[in-house]
Nanobody, 116 residues
Framework: QVQLVESGGGLVQPGGSLSLSCAAS????????MSWYRQAPGKERELVAS????????NYADSVKGRFTISRDNAKNTLYLQMSSLKFEDTAVYYC?????????WGQGTQVTVSS
């Protein structure tokens, strides 16, 4: 059974930091492109960052470049998102995604709220 379980969300003040994790199971994690998406209230889900299956190659939304860092540990089947200099507009539900050309899996999401 495929599972993607996000953790680490919460309430943080503007300018603060937060680290998200996504524990994967039930599929060959190292073969999948792994990504973080987010969806704010009333908005469409958007790509935040992605990382190639072998690691190394990353892609970031312009709005998070220089503030967020995606990483993965293929030995632990875990994806990470380190977020710093958080802004009000980073408030959203953050989702972990795993995909290949054939398969596409989603986690349930974790809420990140940036508020003073």
């Amino acid at each position: 059974q495929v599972q993607l379980v996000e953790s680490g969300g919460g309430l943080v003040q503007p300018g603060g930091s937060l680290s998200l994790s996504c524990a994967a199971s039930g599929f060959s994690f190292s073969r999948y492109v792994m990504s973080w998406y987010r969806q704010a209230p009333g908005k469409e889900r958007e790509l935040v960052a992605s990382m190639a299956s072998a690691g190394g190659t990353t892609n970031y939304a312009d709005s998070v470049k220089g503030r967020f860092t995606i990483s993965r540990d293929n030995a632990k089947n875990t994806l990470y998102l380190q977020m710093s200099s958080l802004k009000f507009e980073d408030t959203a539900v953050y989702y972990c995604n795993a995909h290949t050309t054939l398969w596409n899996y989603w986690g349930q999401g974790t809420q990140v709220t940036v508020s003073s």
